[in-house]
Antibody
Framework: EVQLVETGGGLIQPGGSLRLSCAAS????????MSWVRQAPGKGLEWVSV???????YYADSVKGRFTISRDNSKNTLYLQMNSLRAEDTAVYYC??????????????WGQGTLVTVSS | SYVLTQPPSVSVAPGKTARITCGGN??????VHWYQQKPGQAPVLVIY???DRPSGIPERFSGSNSGNTATLTISRVEAGDEADYYC???????????FGGGTKLTVL
């Protein structure tokens, strides 16, 4: 059974850093495309980043240069390192598996999300 | 940059048909995916590649995509279908995934 479990959220001051983790089971993270998607309180879904099976990474303009997506193959875990956090980064962060190994594919499995609150 | 436009809300009576649109420039040339999200829960894929349905999703859910509009159709709407629905595409020019703003489906 495919499962994604995010951890690492919490309250952080503006300008601070936080690392989110997404532990996967039931499949191999490194063999799939994996993404982070966030949702600000009361708002819609916003794609954040993707890492392809080959290692290429892409970011939304809103986080480029501040966030870094990575994975640990030995732990079968996806990460999102978030630096220089801003109030507008406050959101529930979901990790999601991309269903097929192509950029135009869909997100077939999602974690339950972890809340990041950026506030002083 | 590419923009996806969804109506903020759609209302429908139980047993009737709900149609939720997702507009974008020549969206018919792109693959569109749809998600259902209920309060406090993660999104769930309901339609992928315009009109395919994942296992476990009722046949009442269907999709189409042509020209500048993609449509998610929910037939014989039930109270349990009340949720937010999002469309998603990949913008090849930026290599970014994009979501529509979401549509809140209210079952009257």
């Amino acid at each position: 059974e495919v499962q994604l479990v995010e951890t690492g959220g919490g309250l952080i001051q503006p300008g601070g850093s936080l690392r989110l983790s997404c532990a996967a089971s039931g499949f191999t993270v490194s063999s799939n495309y994996m993404s982070w998607v966030r949702q600000a309180p009361g708002k819609g879904l916003e794609w954040v980043s993707v890492i392809y099976s080959g290692g290429s990474t892409y970011y939304a303009d809103s986080v480029k240069g501040r966030f870094t997506i990575s994975r640990d193959n030995s732990k079968n875990t996806l990460y999102l390192q978030m630096n220089s956090l801003r109030a507008e980064d406050t959101a529930v962060y979901y990790c999601a598996r991309v269903g097929k190994l192509e950029p135009g594919s869909y997100f077939d499995y999602w974690g339950q999300g972890t809340l990041v609150t950026v506030s002083s | 940059s590419y923009v996806l436009t969804q109506p903020p809300s759609v209302s429908v009576a139980p047993g009737k048909t709900a149609r939720i649109t997702c507009g974008g420039n020549n969206i018919g040339s792109k693959s569109v995916h749809w998600y259902q999200q209920k309060p406090g829960q993660a999104p769930v894929l309901v339609i992928y590649y315009d009109s395919d349905r994942p296992s476990g999703i009722p046949e009442r859910f269907s999709g189409s995509n042509s020209g500048n509009t993609a449509t998610l159709t929910i037939s014989r709407v039930e109270a349990g279908d009340e949720a937010d629905y999002y469309c998603q595409v990949w913008d090849s020019s930026s290599d970014h995934q994009l979501f529509g703003g979401g549509t809140k489906l209210t079952v009257l």
